[in-house]
T-cell receptor, first 110, second 114 residues
């Protein structure tokens, strides 16, 4: 099963960009890379996902390495409301369930 | 839009009691699932369903039952509550499990077993 590795925690200053890394060296060709985040006392919420090309949406950008063995979630301008646990998840087989690891706890300092 | 609705939000049970956590979605999603999250940990899959009448076990199914009689509802039953089942429970749904679609989560149900 393809697994992801993320740092346990990261800190950022408010209004600065944040780059959250994720390693997935055993990713297969059909695995989508998904990012979810979980705000305190809430359920996870979708952030972004991609397959091969870099992706942008109103919340974030996803940069995927050319060999797809790593990816980076980019928050362009962190706010206090972005403090959360960020999960990098692979859909490790077509049609399989999401598997959540411990994620990266992002702290945003004012 | 209601999205995924879970009830109750908080519940305290005594060891050995049974109860049902309710989950409903109004998005006509085929796929529904239940996760549990213990303090400081990621989510672990309990049971899931890919459509009405079809359920399957996830990573930690012991002590839980599910059924899917309608597309909208996916209740989770605790048969005989144990302190080890103290956790936060999240219900989730998506249009289909067969592609990269977004999963939508409920707000969670906090369960304490004493």
């Amino acid at each position: 099963d393809a697994k992801t590795t993320q740092p346990n925690s990261m800190e950022s200053n408010e209004e600065e960009p944040v780059h959250l890394p994720c390693n997935h060296s055993t990713i297969s060709g059909t695995d989508y890379i998904h990012w979810y985040r979980q705000l305190p006392s809430q359920g996870p919420e979708y952030v972004i996902h991609g397959l091969t090309s870099n992706v942008n949406n109103r919340m974030a950008s996803l940069a995927i390495a050319e060999d797809r063995k790593s990816s980076t979630l980019i928050l362009h301008r962190a706010t206090l409301r972005d403090a959360a646990v960020y999960y990098c998840i692979l859909r490790y087989n077509y049609g399989q369930n999401f598997v959540f690891g411990p994620g990266t706890r992002l702290s945003v300092l004012p | 839009n209601a999205g995924v609705t879970q009830t109750p939000k908080f519940q305290v049970l005594k060891t050995g009691q049974s109860m049902t956590l309710q989950c409903a979605q109004d998005m006509n999603h085929e796929y529904m699932s239940w996760y549990r999250q213990d303090p400081g940990m990621g989510l672990r899959l309990i049971h899931y369903s890919v459509g009405a009448g079809i359920t399957d076990q996830g990573e930690v199914p012991n002590g839980y039952n599910v059924s899917r009689s309608t597309t909208e509802d996916f209740p989770l039953r605790l048969l005989s509550a144990a302190p080890s089942q103290t956790s936060v429970y999240f219900c989730a749904s998506s249009y289909s499990v067969w592609d990269g679609n977004t999963i939508y989560f409920g707000e969670g149900s906090w369960l304490t077993v004493v």
